[in-house]
């Protein structure tokens, strides 16, 4: 078979606008109805109309007697005045149906005395006081809910009592999940040299579901052109977005973009991004269609970047803007023109700073995804950010974590991993964001206000001692 080289290398937002361009008026949004008890998270696919009014009958809003408000006029506390139990009073507790021909509620507490004459009170009552009219709270007809909102536990009340049991929301968009290698193994296998464990799929299918999808995982297929295409095709039946781990670059063994091409059209072949560059974008069977690169940090950049949209859109939905906030960088990042990358960090606020430093920059370092507080992009034409520069950082975790972080610049030493599982361990709040740069570094970054503490292990050559030369040098 013929080998395929990129056909482009457009930027990304250029390959997700194209694709958007050729497929989303084809690929729309589908409904279902589902019980209201199982409609957590799902997104309403219609305007949702309440079926009966909340109460459908006057309901006492107390524990009291209901009462005719005319029978009070001219009541005061120097007349008060006995009102006939039976006819003039009825108890009532909250919520039961206020009797017919009465119109308000005196409370419990406002009753001067219980007797055999009935109850005496002291003040008049106004009509409908203490009572709960018909559609007080939903009114039969009304909108609860507009359509592509996401439903709470709150909503599920409010449908309940409007007399809804079913709702119409959007279909789950179903995503294929196909890894393929010879060289790929299920997680429960016994490694051999030159194996992989195939944890790429667990990744895309949890994103899936986070925003909303619902993933079917494959089998894994080697890299052999009828097994592939098999499979595929077999997705294309039954998935609305088809993805396809691996096989997405140039080697011997890459079939992705061909049978793209074959059984569908291929987009694009290749982005101006590092990590993720051998994407492929296309369609099969009208179908949007990934060939996703197989390493891990690749595999999540690139599902983040053009899978999320898709899944998004299959609900009626756009994809939101990350949380971002702004935040010095400790040490110079390097990046080659031509590429927009995405450099993974660690973020934490010392004094009034926010201090982001950079985790290794490996697209198989599946650690440093783990590890990452946010993002931060050197743009296509930019050679890096200098130390000490300001940028906006993409939040991968909630604000309200960070502030709990302490930033440790410098030599790194296991105890820093124990003592961040401590911190986690009080109330799962503390944190710590590690960046192993050198001793000397660790050192510099205390002293510009960069970190809270530093590892250092720095031998004086002339005392022998370690450390506090250079401390009190620097």
Not at 65 to 77: L, N, Q, V, W
Not at 187 to 197: F, K, R, S
Not at 220 to 233: F, G, H, V
């Amino acid at each position: 078979m013929e080998r395929q080289i990129y056909l482009e290398n457009k930027a990304w937002q250029e390959g997700l606008a194209l694709m958007m361009e050729k497929l989303a008026e084809r690929c729309v949004p589908k409904n279902e109805f589902v019980d209201v008890r199982s409609a957590l998270h799902r997104i309403t696919g219609s305007i949702v109309r309440a079926r009966r009014s909340s109460p459908h009958f006057a309901a006492s809003a107390m524990d009291g007697y209901a009462i005719r408000a005319k029978d009070t006029h001219g009541i005061s506390e120097r007349e008060p005045r006995w009102l006939e139990l039976g006819n003039q009073a009825i108890q009532v507790d909250t919520g039961d149906p206020v009797p017919e021909g009465m119109d308000a509620v005196v409370m419990l507490e406002d009753v001067l005395e219980l007797g055999e004459r009935g109850i005496l009170i002291q003040a008049p009552v106004v009509p409908w006081n203490h009572v709960r009219p018909v559609g007080e709270d939903i009114v039969e007809g009304e909108v609860l809910l507009p359509i592509h909102h996401r439903i709470r536990p709150q909503d599920q009340g409010a449908l309940l009592a409007a007399g809804i049991l079913d709702v119409e929301v959007r279909c789950k968009p179903r995503v294929g999940i196909l890894p393929t290698g010879d060289e790929i193994c299920p997680p429960e296998a016994v490694l051999q040299v030159g194996e992989i464990v195939d944890s790429n799929s667990t990744v895309l299918a949890s994103l899936v579901e986070e925003w909303g999808g619902s993933a079917t995982i494959w089998p894994i297929t080697p890299d052999q052109p009828e097994k592939l295409e098999n499979a595929i095709l077999e997705m294309a039946a039954s998935q609305d977005i088809l993805v396809i781990i691996a096989g997405s670059s140039q080697g011997r063994d890459d079939y992705t973009s061909h049978m793209v091409q074959k059984h569908g059209t291929l987009y694009l072949h290749g982005v101006a991004i590092k990590p993720g560059k051998p994407v492929v974008l296309g369609e099969i069977q009208g179908k949007p269609t990934f060939g996703i690169p197989g390493y891990p940090v690749s595999t999540y950049l690139t599902a983040h970047l053009f899978l999320e949209p898709w899944v998004y859109h299959l609900q009626g939905l756009s994809k939101g803007l990350p949380a971002r906030l702004d935040a010095v960088i400790s040490k110079k990042v390097f990046s080659s023109l031509g590429s927009e990358e995405f450099v993974r960090v660690k973020v934490g606020k010392v004094g009034e700073r926010w201090v982001a430093a950079p985790l290794s920059r490996g697209a198989g370092v599946t650690m440093s995804l783990v590890r990452a507080d946010g993002m931060i992009r050197v743009p296509r034409l930019q050679e890096g950010f200098h130390e000490g520069e300001t940028v906006p950082v993409d939040l991968l975790r909630p604000v309200s974590e960070l502030e709990e972080t302490l930033v440790c610049i410098g030599s790194h030493d296991l105890t820093l991993d124990v003592l961040s599982s401590h911190m986690k361990s009080r109330d799962g709040r503390g944190a710590l964001a590690s960046a192993h740069v050198g001793s000397l570094a660790g050192i510099l970054s205390l002293r510009k206000g960069e970190a809270h503490f530093a590892g250092i292990h720095l031998l004086d050559p002339e005392t022998g001692e370690y450390n506090r030369s250079y401390l009190q040098r620097f």
